[in-house]
């Protein structure tokens, strides 16, 4: 899933909390210079491409992105945290999380696609063997090319690896054979990362094991099947898999990987949640800023709106909600600098931050009346890009089944 641009092409603002001080600042001093990087160049270059848009393109098109990738790469912000060997920029993931949040609050319909998301560099690949991380992750991290993972299946959501999808041994390599859903970007990536069941050889069927295989698109049996247009512009695809002939070269991590996609993907899902949290971070942040500068010029009954106090009650619950969920997502980000990657932490931030995001959303839009509802608006896009946040990278109820694990329950 892409967690693509926060609004179609209308104006952003000054990238703070409408004038507000936060104290959730404190956490962000150390990589304030990086962070005003950032925005200096979403301010100086995104934006004017982004007022080129067409203000009903929900999706920038390809070769934008692929230009926005590219030179943020360049800059060094896109995909910060991989190591400069394979082109990144050495970045804790603490300054990745706070450039998320800032590509968020930005409101730039652009930024988002300057920093690395799903379609980016996978953390699976990083378990790959030396001649995939160089075939296939430094492309990705140099934001020269573009991938999808496909993992979902009709049957197999929340329950991700009760997989039917199967892949079993074919000579040297592997056969594989089943269907995927609910892709991103399957219709603009140069590769699919495939998890698949496998039969590990031992007697105990198909399903013993999950690997993950990296393919290019056009790899003879993958197939695009049917598009689903999503609530917010950005489509999904089903992928087929048909008697796709897979080379023993194409299972990441080699031998060692076969059967272990399982723990593999496990090690990565706690760095997603957090870049998750991030943007929703940022995007409520931005709703915010919005809702309040709306309610301090518009007028009603003879005052501006933002004096009464079921306005102020919209918007100060929110600021409240947002700066808790911000301080949360920051200290995990900082937990996992310092070696501890607690998938129950990563859980908890981001089922706060999505869900706040949801809401902060929402009350914007209630703040600004009819003006919010009409196509076009930043906030009548964000109330529907905003609702896949408690889907993706596993559902919010899924979060909670998690938190509810580590504290010994069920
Ligand atoms: C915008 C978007 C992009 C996506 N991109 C990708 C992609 O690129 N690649 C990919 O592989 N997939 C992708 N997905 C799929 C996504 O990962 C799944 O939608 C998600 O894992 C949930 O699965 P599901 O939709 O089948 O819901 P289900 O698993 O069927 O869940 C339905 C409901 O039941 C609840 N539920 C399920 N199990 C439990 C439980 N144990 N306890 C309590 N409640 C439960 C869920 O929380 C949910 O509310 C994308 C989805 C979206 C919306």
């Known amino acids: 899933m892409n967690p693509a641009a926060p609004g179609p092409a209308t104006t952003p603002g000054p990238a703070t909390t409408a004038g507000l001080s936060a104290p959730s600042a404190v956490l962000e001093a150390e990589h304030r210079e990086l962070v005003a990087a950032f925005e200096s160049f979403v301010c100086r270059e995104l934006e004017p491409l982004a007022a080129e848009l067409a203000e009903s393109a929900e999706q920038p098109p390809a070769d934008l992105r692929a230009y926005v990738r590219k030179r943020s790469a360049a800059l060094g912000f896109y995909a910060g945290d991989y190591p400069e060997e394979l082109g990144g920029s050495d970045m804790p993931f603490t300054a990745v999380v706070l450039l998320h949040h800032a590509a968020g609050r930005s409101g730039c319909p652009l930024a988002p696609y300057a920093l690395a998301g799903s379609d980016g560099p996978s953390p699976l690949l990083r378990h790959g063997t030396p001649e995939q991380i160089e075939r296939h992750l ?3 991290v140099r934001g020269e090319r573009t991938r999808c993972l496909a993992l979902t ?13 199967t892949a079993v041994r074919d000579g040297d390599g592997w056969l594989l054979n089943g269907r995927k859903t609910f892709v991103s970007n399957a219709d603009r990536a140069d590769l699919a990362l495939v998890v698949a069941a496998t039969d590990l050889g031992d007697g105990a069927g198909p399903t013993a094991g999950a690997t993950a295989f990296v393919l290019p698109m056009d790899h003879p049996g ?38 272990a996609a399982t723990g593999l993907a496990m ?23 919005l809702g309040v500068e709306y309610a301090r010029e518009r ?11 079921h306005v102020q009650e919209h918007l100060v619950r929110t600021r409240a909600e947002v700066e808790a969920a911000k ?68 559902t919010s109820e899924v979060q909670k089944v998690i938190v509810a694990r580590a504290m010994g329950l069920g």
């Open 299 to 309: 007028r009603a009954f003879g005052h501006p709106i933002g004096d009464y106090q």
């Open 222 to 259: 993958l197939r695009i099947g049917q598009r689903y247009e999503g609530m917010s512009g950005e489509p999904l695809f089903e992928l087929t898999l048909d008697q796709l002939h897979a080379p023993a070269s194409s299972v990441i991590g080699g031998e060692d990987g076969i059967g």
């Open 153 to 165: 299946e009709p049957q197999a959501g929340s329950d991700a690896f009760r997989l039917t999808t």
């Open 327 to 394: 301080l949360l997502t920051l200290a995990c980000a900082r937990l996992v600098d310092e070696g501890t990657e607690a998938p129950e932490n990563a859980a908890l931030a981001k089922l706060t931050s999505s869900e706040t995001a949801v809401r902060a959303v929402d009350r914007a839009l209630q703040v600004h009346g009819a003006t919010g509802w009409v196509r076009g608006h930043p906030l009548e896009y964000l109330y529907r890009y905003v609702r896949m946040t408690t889907i993706i990278e596993g």
């Open 138 to 140: 430094v492309p990705l």
């Open 267 to 289: 090690d990565s899902l706690s760095r997603g949640r957090l870049v998750v949290a991030a943007m929703c971070d940022g995007i409520a942040e931005y709703a915010l800023r």
